[in-house]
């Protein structure tokens, strides 16, 4: 049966990233949809330099399974602002802070985007990295994003 990990909690935002009103509250609850929404997301600031935002997974069993792990992310840059961005985004597990990250599973990461129009991404675990998973309920969702 098909599980779906999803943001449940803001876990760590220095304040720099906000929701599309400019809300730095619950942010989370904007990117934890079943269908992407373009209507709501999370912005980072201007001109980020290594801006982290950490959301906490909901919990799900284990698969028992070293296949079918995605993590999707979806991109745009701001059009008034017109620059190019770095995104990564990082599945760990058993993160605490910036000073404490836990385990690094799998990261993806798109490189120079300029576009304004949102783009999706997936990104396949391979086994050893889904193998690595040993708790679940664990897991947290790392992004960084920089200006090149």
């Given amino acids: 049966m098909a599980q ?14 906000t929701d599309q009103g400019g809300g ?6 904007t990117i934890d949809e079943v ?7 999370i912005r980072s600031p201007l001109s980020p330099s290594s801006a982290v935002y950490v959301a906490r997974l909901s919990d799900v069993v284990d698969p028992v399974s ?3 792990h995605i ?3 979806r991109t745009s840059t701001d059009q008034d602002a017109q ?9 760990r597990q058993t993160y605490v802070s910036e000073g404490s990250q836990g385990t690094l599973i799998a990261s993806q990461s798109r490189l120079s985007v300029s576009s304004t129009t949102w ?5 396949t675990l391979a086994g050893v990295e889904a193998d690595a998973i ?4 664990a897991l947290f969702f790392r992004f960084l994003v920089n200006k090149p």
């Fill in 119 to 123: 783009t999706a991404s997936a990104y």
């Fill in 35 to 41: 269908a992407a929404d373009d209507a709501d997301y």
């Fill in 83 to 91: 620059e190019v961005i770095d995104f990564t985004q990082q599945l």
């Fill in 24 to 29: 730095a509250v619950n942010i989370y609850t």
């Fill in 134 to 137: 040993t708790d679940y309920a």
């Fill in 66 to 68: 070293s296949s079918g």
């Fill in 4 to 17: 779906f990990a999803r943001p449940d909690n803001d876990f760590n935002n220095p304040g720099s990233f």
């Fill in 71 to 73: 993590i999707r992310m």
